[in-house]
């Protein structure tokens, strides 16, 4: 998830400037809680839900993996164990030792291969997420914009967003108009009664 997480920073730690000009005397001034409104919006919970569905996917195919890998470990096991015996007939113990060494090499490269799929779907999944959420996030950007213009702000601040400090850049606004509410309402306003339904983050296989 570390992608989306520096995408989300990024985008969160922006203050939005309004196309508005500004105006002679008082400033017409707005905030905004893009991170509320990125949470919220019923378009990301969606493609949460489809992202967990295609990590569930791997997570599957992975265990069906290590399945067979444990399977190898087991009969290398029973391999061992016999070699070890003692009354064990010399043509009979390199003939089970043959088998043992097919089996281990076969094992370390069932693995490797599980390694690398997992590191390639992963990857490609991330990637897909990251640039799933940048059209969301673009979205809304969008959203405000036209909100700007159509309320005649001069500036738009986002007061989610916080320094590499973590200190919050907007720490005080006088008389500034919160337009979070009336955005997420216009976002989620066509969302089927599903998508509100929140999806909680899948885990990546190890």
């Keep these: 998830m570390r ?3 520096c995408l989300l920073a990024a985008a969160f730690a ?3 400037a309004a196309t508005a000009g500004a105006q002679q005397g008082k400033l017409n001034i707005a905030t905004v ?6 949470k919220e919006y019923y378009k990301t919970n969606e493609a949460q839900k489809q992202i967990n569905v295609e990590r569930a996917r791997i997570q599957k195919d992975n265990n069906e993996r290590l ?3 444990r399977e190898l470990e087991e009969n290398l096991d029973n391999l061992r164990k016999q070699l070890e015996d003692p009354a064990l007939a010399d ?3 390199q003939t089970l030792f043959k088998d043992w060494q ?3 090499q076969e094992g370390i490269a069932l693995d490797r291969e599980r390694r690398e ?3 390639r779907r992963n990857q490609a999944l ?3 997420m990251v640039q799933r959420m940048k059209g969301i996030l673009e979205e809304i950007r969008k959203l405000v914009e036209e909100k700007a213009k159509v309320d005649d702000y001069d500036y738009v601040f986002d007061k989610s967003g916080v320094s590499t400090s973590q200190v919050p850049f907007l720490l005080h606004t006088k008389d500034a108009t919160d337009i979070t509410s009336g955005l997420l309402k216009t976002l989620n306003k066509d969302a089927p009664p599903e998508s509100l339904i929140k999806d909680e983050p899948g885990k990546s296989a190890e």
């Design 3 to 5: 992608p989306i997480r």
């Design 14 to 16: 922006t203050v939005l």
């Design 33 to 38: 809680d893009m991170q509320e409104l990125f």
């Design 67 to 69: 399945t067979r890998i």
């Design 91 to 93: 043509s009979k113990k």
């Design 102 to 104: 097919t089996q281990q």
């Design 117 to 119: 799929f997992l590191q």
């Design 126 to 128: 991330n990637e897909k």
